[in-house]
């Protein structure tokens, strides 16, 4: 009998907090606004937090819980209302939004339910350590070093930094489950956490104690100061205030370390002793970088903040103009391709990812460009494209009933999936520039207000406006719709003389794809070419005539700015007798 309750209990004890996280809406809430302090102890690897938090009901149902959730390695200390301690159940939540795979999440008994757009605000505390955990990547296969290198967030003595959500849930946050294993799934909960928290407002107040001299504390793109510093014989004590950053494109990076600072008009490097010489030729670079970045996006709104990442294998991570990289090369080109990048995010800022991230791969293709001609940045774009292509010829082999959904899904206005709202909108944005030329483009991009950015179709309508042709079917195509990539070939060409001296061809274009484009095609002969451009709408065909002064040899279909999923069939040779 005593064994049959115990029994029940330790039952029912796993299955309460089940049943709760099935009834649970953990996206029903916004948070609003942030104020906190966090207490850094580096030599004990430890955090500690207290403040408040602003929370809204954006669902259509009131809410008499609320979800709020930590890294796994962090416990909930208090959650108070108006001064009154709250109820809650403290539980481990799996989830890859944080580096361990897990979160500490709080299910928080509200003093009365929030009505749909009602707002409820929390005094909350809580604490742990967070040290380098590469659990989520190793479990899903990762080699040890290089998840050790890809999860840098951590505090340490001689290096600390943490980038928030997606990495390391310093700040509470509120989101369903994400799992690495399951394709696109973190790539979506971050991307709807973001979605929704733009416009969210974070400030915090962070002080660090340790050993030795006092280091810098940056939050990434706000502007941070020092508002006390105690120095004892062995320790220091300082105190930073942040400015109040506004969600959005960026996600607060809490970054300690102790930096040497170069400063120039366009750029702030901060590196770790012993790199002058990669943080100059990085400076130099972004400089010779800046001209041709405010030329396209206007002028730099604030500068750029290059801070050094203490693992040299580290990959860079961004938010807004403040990029974390490690600074060991001292290649001026491939740091001026980085600095093109960030310029642009410092120059132009849209809430859309495939406005934001493609303008700023497009910066780096137009910065090649500048460099060293215009095969150098459709080589850059070809790279980024065998990305994306890969997946777009998978999608379109699937013919399934809810193909029409898909294409929504996978559209640039909606997608999270980087690789389509990076590489294949820098794409588009080249092949828009092809088709309205350089003046009519920087318009439409010098007319664009963030704060206007209603609408899908704003961005559209500013470029539809700089040009005297019917763009509609581009923007279906690639922009609003996913219709995977064309897929050109010359099905036919027919060569007659013309009086006095030349030849006049007569070229039919297919396009076996879906999505339609504007694609160069370019007619070779002896001692030069020809090339014209036509449009060639998905699945259709297009004639076009080109008139040549010796005989035509051969036509090359797309020099590589349109991405395509088939390029072996884009040569044709013509016959020595129908061309003489
Ligand atoms: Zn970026």
Redesign the pocket.
Known sequence: MKLRCLGFFFLCSLCAPVVNAFSLDREAFTFTSYDLNVRVEPELRRLGVRGKISLRNDSSAPQKVAVLQISSSLDWRSIKAGGKQLQFVSQPYSSDIDHTGALSEAVVTLPEAVLPKGTVDLEIAYEGVIVLDATRLTRIGTPESTARSTDWDQISTNFTAMRGAGYVAWYPIATEDASLEDGQSLAEVLGRWKTREAGSRMHFQIAETGEGEPPQILIGGALCTVTSIEQMDLAHHVVTDCAPLPLGPIVPTLVIASYSILERPAVTVRYLHGHDTAATVYADAAETAAPLITEWFGTLRKKTETTELADPNSPPA?TGAFLLTPLTSTDPKLAGLVAA??LA?AAFSSPRPWI??GL??FAQALYLERQSGRQSALDYMGLHRSAFSVAESEKGKQKTASRSEDEANRSLINTYDEQLYRSKAMCVWWMLRDMLGDQALKKALASYRTEEDKQPSYMPRLIQAQSQRDLEWFFDDWVYRDRGLPDFRVASAFARKTLPEGYMLTITVDNLGAAGAEVPITVKFTGGEVTKRLVVHGQSNTVIRVEVPKPPEEIVVNDGSVPESDTTNNVFKIEGNAAK
């Open positions: 961004e990048h960030q995010h934001n991230e700023a791969h």
